[in-house]
């Protein structure tokens, strides 16, 4: 579950574990995702809305998009 892998990066966290804080990020992603698959959430569209003022293409603020 979330909660359980999010105690997991915090540990590697503690720790000071580059490889571990990579592999535990990613459990989190994976299970962040699946939750919002579930619930029917649209991660962009909640992170547009809750940060307004970055970049919808980038994500910056300030925009670092070429075109």
Request: net charge negative.
């Amino acid at each position: 579950m979330v909660v359980e892998e999010v105690g997991e990066l915090a540990e590697a966290i503690r720790r000071d574990d580059p490889e571990s804080i990579r592999e535990e990020l990613a459990d989190c992603f994976a299970w962040i995702g699946a939750l919002a698959n579930l619930y029917g959430i649209d991660l962009e569209e909640v992170f547009n809305e809750k940060y307004p003022q970055s970049c919808p293409t980038c994500g910056k603020n300030p925009c670092i998009c070429t075109d």
